[in-house]
């Protein structure tokens, strides 16, 4: 049986542990604690960190078919639910199958025979009136997708400024709130809400392609 001064120890020994980690890390290690240990290794942060040679990273393809990266794209994919694809395949089903599904997506990506599927178009309706479309992937698709996105997005995490707050991990639209409410504090009386509508259905994509280059 544990005795009162063992459970008081343990709890002692947890802070004391817990407040030697916080204090052994630097600012730096702190700003990826978001990043996926199963894909991100202690020895890949330490580059991430300190930066590659020539800024670029080579052989990433044999992160994203990992066996552990695929295992964790679907666990991420099956904890966002939503709708099957054009195939059919709900995420109950995939998950029915889910050792020989990602069995063979790992086969697919590591010989460059994976091919995805077309994505299925349905029309949602808007708050303010109309319908906005969908594209919805098929759960397999979704897997690779989110397998990608954990191994790229620690990349092209520090190229995006401080102020940008959309889809981004540990950010979102509270801290650009409490962004824009420290500067009305500090006298600032104006706010622009800009938007362009339809801006997927009515921009070509040269002109995308060139406003992302320029």
Known sequence: MQTEHNKATEKVESTVSEKTRQETETPAQHKWLWVEAAVW????????????????????????????TLQTAWQRVKSNKGAAGIDRVSIERFEE???????????????GTYQPQAVKRVNIPKASGGTRPLGIPT???????????LVIEPIFENTFRDTSHGFRPERGCKDALREVDGWLKAGYKWIVDADIKGYPSTCSGQASATLTTS
Do not use: C, P
Request: glycine fraction near 10%; charged fraction near 25%.
């Open 97 to 111: 199958q889910s050792g020989q599904y990602l069995q063979e997506l790992h086969g697919q990506l590591k010989t």
């Open 41 to 68: 290794t202690e020895r890949m942060l330490a580059k991430r960190v300190n930066g590659v040679k020539g800024g670029k990273w080579f052989s990433l393809m044999d992160k994203v078919y990992a066996q552990n």
């Open 139 to 149: 759960v397999k698709d979704r897997v690779v997708q989110m397998a990608i996105k």
